[in-house]
């Protein structure tokens, strides 16, 4: 199985400054379509996860522009220009190249 | 709006079973591909199972940990996905989520809110 691995396992952040995780897969993440399988969620504290990001860098539907994905291979990152307070929770990285998919072991982001 | 409602957990002793359902909406569910996924304080998130749709025969697919033991299923007249989990041990203890997609195929772009588990004596 793949290994994602998230650094640093918790943040603290005072509002309107910026944030930025880490992940590092295993494997290279790239397919022979082009595309490379890494996206993020975002699980609110009470709440299922939801989509951040999806395929690196793309945004999902009602993503804020405050968040940013970059990366490429087995380096990856999420970025938050301006965190807010909505934005606590914990942050996961997700590989989906290869059955199983899996995940890496969270970011937790606090607001100072 | 996409919504997936998880129903079905509980208390349940080793070697039990349980069937979960998710009842889906706001979306065309007989071309979704659709999964489940569990997270546990221990282990975090683990894909369980992954049912193709009827366009691509349907097919399922499970990791290791629980393949002989738990089946995906779908009614797409009833827009209803099942997890029947059958054998159950105390480290199938974990919130259920019910997900479309999962792979590279069909993103895994929603979740379900999620129902809980536990396996004990």
């Known amino acids: 199985d793949i290994v994602m691995t998230q650094t640093p396992l918790s943040l603290s952040v005072t509002p309107g400054q910026p944030a930025s995780i880490s992940c590092k897969s295993s494997?290279?993440?790239?397919?022979?379509?082009?595309?490379?399988?890494l996206s993020w969620h975002l699980q609110k504290p009470g709440q299922s996860p939801q989509l951040l990001v999806y395929?690196?860098?793309n945004r999902f539907s009602g993503v804020p522009d405050r968040f940013r994905g970059s990366g490429s291979g087995t380096d990856f990152t999420l970025k938050i220009s301006r965190v807010e307070a909505e934005d606590v929770g914990v942050y996961y990285c997700?590989?989906?190249?290869?059955?199983?998919?899996?995940f890496g072991q969270g970011t937790k982001v606090e607001i100072k | 709006e996409v919504q997936l409602v998880e129903s079905g957990g509980g208390l349940v002793t080793p070697g039990g079973s349980l069937r979960l359902s998710c009842a889906a909406s706001?979306?065309?569910?007989?071309?979704?591909?659709m999964s489940w996924v569990r997270q546990t304080p221990g282990k975090g998130f683990e894909w369980v199972a992954r049912?193709?749709?009827?366009?691509?025969?349907?097919?399922?697919e499970y990791p290791a940990p629980v393949r002989g033991r738990f089946t995906i299923s779908r009614d797409d007249s009833k827009n209803t996905l099942s997890l029947q989990m059958n054998s159950l041990k105390t480290e199938d203890t974990a919130v259920y989520y019910c997900?479309?997609?999962?792979?590279?195929?069909?993103?895994?772009?929603?979740w379900g809110q999620g129902t809980l588990v536990a396996v004990s004596s």
């Open positions: 997900t479309i997609g999962i792979g590279r195929e069909q993103s895994l772009d929603h």
């Open positions: 997700m590989q989906s190249l290869h059955l199983p998919p899996t």
């Open positions: 395929e690196v860098s």
């Open positions: 706001g979306f065309n569910f007989a071309d979704t591909w």
């Open positions: 049912i193709k749709s009827k366009a691509y025969g349907g097919t399922t």
């Open positions: 494997e290279n993440l790239l397919y022979s379509d082009g595309k490379t399988y």
